[in-house]
């Protein structure tokens, strides 16, 4: 596994079946993109996509959500921010069973689909839904394979046919105020767009408390623990799964098995197409006479389908935001001037 805007297969910061590097992915997104810093041809400085450079967040901080959709999400209470897009590639390996080797080409069918889900500090909910898949550890992540597009400028979701490996595209959205005024300007833009009272600047420690219990201070506050959440400590969990469904790879998502070998005699047509149906078979004289497809189904049940028996492997990862102008940024923490204090304890957080 590896997130970067690139993949490069001999990376220090592969891991497989549990075991990572210890070293956390430093990741940086540059707003001018003419920096003499930024490199493009560096797979830890995240690029833009010419289709896509710049868009929305939208933030609902009464309910806790967020979306990168370009369209307004349906629903009240949504508030928008403008932002630049930046994309973080997470490529998903797989490697070859020494019995089933596939040959470039065909390697897609290495890895039948992957669960997965990235988390970060300031997102502990997971209500950013990131890169082309569910983007939840306990759901299956797969699409049509005859649909497969392996072009990362212009797919969230695909697969190399000559090496297996999985891309999954998550946009990296940086909030143009951020970028151009620090974390001030975000922050005003925020509390301007929920109607807050004005900052008491100058104000007893109490009196800056109880600005901030609020309800639009709060919301603002919570609209920008979600806007930057992208910017504080991440991490990338996945899981391998050697099983599908017939609305990914109906021509290869089932196993069939003969008398112990793993395909049908070559007379047997189809061959592994998919069965939607083929649990619900009963063997008798005309469907199974043998009931060589009841033992075959009984053995499924007992086949490994998970990598490491289901525990994901984890790669930790930072995104640092060099803004225009400034100090870097990183997430996880209150905006400008926060007072800590009781006040946390009424946080919609």
């Known amino acids: 596994m590896t997130p970067s805007s690139a993949y490069d297969d001999i990376t220090a910061d592969n891991c497989y079946d549990g075991s990572c590097s210890d070293t956390t992915a430093e990741l940086e997104v540059?707003?001018?993109l003419g920096n003499p810093n930024y490199d493009p041809t560096n797979p830890?400085?995240?690029?833009?996509?010419?289709?896509?450079?710049?868009?929305?967040?939208w933030v609902n901080a009464s309910a806790g959500t967020i979306s990168l959709n370009t369209v307004q999400p349906p629903g009240d209470n949504w508030k928008q921010v403008v932002a630049q897009y930046y994309y973080m590639m997470v490529y998903l390996h797989?490697?070859?069973?020494?019995?089933?080797?596939?040959?470039?080409?065909?390697?897609?069918?290495?890895?039948?689909?992957?669960?997965?889900?990235?988390?970060y500090a300031g997102d502990q909910g997971n209500a950013l839904a990131d890169g082309g898949g569910r983007d939840n550890i306990n759901l299956?992540?797969?699409?049509?394979?005859?649909?497969?597009?392996?072009?990362?400028?212009?797919s969230d979701l695909f697969i190399d046919p000559d090496t297996g490996v999985w891309g999954v595209a998550v946009k990296v959205a940086a909030p143009f105020s951020l970028?151009?005024?620090?974390?001030?300007?975000?922050?005003?833009?925020?509390?301007?767009?929920?109607?807050?009272?004005?900052?008491?600047?100058?104000?007893?420690?109490?009196?800056?408390?109880?600005w901030q219990a609020t309800q639009p201070v709060q919301l603002a506050y919570r609209a920008w623990r979600l806007v930057t959440a992208q910017f504080s400590p991440g991490e990338v969990r996945?899981?391998?799964?050697?099983?599908?469904?017939?609305?990914?790879?109906?021509?290869?998502a089932a196993y069939h098995y003969y008398f112990g070998t793993r395909e049908p005699s070559p007379n047997r047509?189809?061959?592994?197409?998919?069965?939607?149906?083929?649990?619900?078979?009963?063997?008798?004289?005309?469907?199974?006479?043998?009931?060589?497809?009841?033992?075959?189904?009984k053995y499924l049940t007992n086949y490994a389908a998970y990598s490491n028996q289901q525990?994901?492997?984890?790669?930790?990862?930072?995104?640092?935001?060099?803004?225009?102008?400034?100090?870097?940024?990183?997430?996880?923490?209150?905006?400008?001037?926060?007072?800590?204090?009781?006040?946390?304890?009424?946080?919609?957080?």
């Open 140 to 154: 299956l992540t797969g699409f049509d394979i005859n649909l497969n597009n392996p072009d990362p400028q212009s």
């Open 179 to 210: 970028m151009t005024a620090g974390p001030a300007g975000l922050w005003q833009e925020l509390r301007t767009a929920y109607g807050a009272a004005a900052f008491p600047s100058g104000g007893t420690p109490e009196e800056i408390l109880a």
């Open 94 to 119: 797989g490697k070859d069973h020494p019995r089933e080797y596939w040959a470039p080409g065909k390697a897609e069918r290495r890895i039948k689909a992957w669960r997965y889900q990235i988390d």
């Open 311 to 349: 525990v994901p492997v984890v790669k930790e990862f930072q995104i640092t935001l060099h803004p225009f102008s400034g100090n870097d940024f990183i997430g996880g923490g209150d905006p400008p001037n926060w007072v800590s204090g009781k006040s946390r304890g009424l946080s919609l957080r």
């Open 44 to 57: 830890n400085h995240l690029g833009q996509r010419a289709s896509s450079t710049n868009g929305p967040i």
């Open 269 to 297: 047509n189809p061959r592994r197409t998919c069965n939607p149906n083929a649990n619900d078979i009963a063997p008798d004289e005309d469907v199974d006479p043998t009931g060589v497809i009841e033992a075959g189904l």
């Open 238 to 252: 996945a899981v391998a799964v050697d099983q599908s469904t017939c609305a990914f790879r109906f021509d290869t």
């Open 30 to 32: 540059f707003a001018n």
